[in-house]
């Protein structure tokens, strides 16, 4: 009994150093799942995302990549030269015109003519692109019965994604928009404008040929587009389907290296559309000047 009462405190020692053991290891291998485990973003659709890292893991697979054409002709090139009065007044012109653009979610079924469909889409094909490479397809469907698929697919998605996917906090910032997965618009615009963007080319001759910054290239494609459409008096939403990607590249006949990048509903607002009482930042909020 004396050799236990003496060796009780021995023993007690060594179970705290076992534990201590056991919770720092148990502490350490959490911390390294932390940080090798990806943060989950459930809001993040797979066609929205940039595909340049898989671009270059199969570049360095496959060896079927094949680089652009080495020699371009260079021209002479020359603009009209505004005087600082025109190009103040051309610039306050352009700023009020497109301060007059709004997110509209209630389009008139009037039809529109395909020729400005047509030139509003040539006019965002003069992007500016990474190398050139002119990343983007613009899909434009008019057909009834094609807009109500999109419809049945995107409305099927959104409401999973607000209800699931797209969390409290999403949603609650959306409501004082009172915007919700019904999307009527899809049926009654002339025409729906869905614009994907090209993860990579296809030469001629099979092989694969790379885009550089694709996401980007095309993401200004569409503000000049946005633009175009204001120009002509047109409306539209902009609109990114989260999760409707696959479903409507398979509708839409499109190739495996377009992914959606976004879909606009395009016409006339309805004689009774209203829209939010939204101000935009001033230029001091927007602008830093060095």
């Known amino acids: 009994m004396t050799l236990f009462s003496s060796l009780t405190p021995v023993f007690i020692a060594i179970i705290c150093i076992l534990i ?19 943060v989950s973003h459930p809001w993040v659709d797979e066609d929205l995302k940039d595909g340049t890292g898989h671009h270059l893991e199969e570049e360095e697979m496959d060896g079927e990549w094949q680089g652009l054409e080495e020699n371009v002709a260079h021209v002479p090139f020359s603009v009209e030269h505004y005087t600082e009065a025109e ?7 352009f700023y009020e015109l497109l301060n007059k653009r709004r997110s509209v979610r209630f389009l008139s079924d009037e039809p529109v003519p395909r020729e400005v469909i047509d030139n509003v889409i040539r006019t965002a094909g003069t992007s500016p692109s990474g190398a050139h490479t002119e990343p983007w397809t613009f899909v434009v ?25 797209m969390g409290d906090r999403w949603v609650n910032d959306l409501k004082r928009l009172r915007t919700n997965w019904i999307k009527e618009y899809l049926d009654t615009a002339p025409y729906l404008i869905l614009i994907f963007k090209q993860v990579y080319g296809l030469l001629p001759n099979g092989k694969k040929k790379t885009h550089y910054y694709n996401e980007i290239s095309v993401s200004i494609a569409c503000g000049i587009l946005l633009a175009a459409l204001q120009n ?5 939403v902009t609109s990114t389907p989260l999760n409707c990607g696959p479903q409507l590249r398979v509708l839409l006949q499109r190739p495996a290296n377009e992914k959606l990048l976004l879909l606009l509903p395009v016409g006339y607002p309805k004689k009774d ?5 939204l101000t935009r930042k001033p230029l001091e909020d927007i602008m830093v000047v060095m």
């Not at 190009?87 to 012109?93: E, G, L, N, P």
């Open 87 to 93: 190009m103040i007044k051309r610039s306050k012109m």
């Open 232 to 236: 002509v008096g047109l409306y539209t």
């Open 20 to 38: 201590g053991v056991i919770l720092k290891t148990n502490k350490e291998k959490e911390k390294h799942e932390t940080k090798s485990k990806p």
């Open 273 to 277: 559309a209203t829209v939010p009482a």
């Open 141 to 165: 469907v008019q057909d009834p019965y094609l807009k109500h698929k999109i419809r049945e697919i995107v409305e099927e998605e959104e409401e999973i994604n607000y209800k699931k996917r």
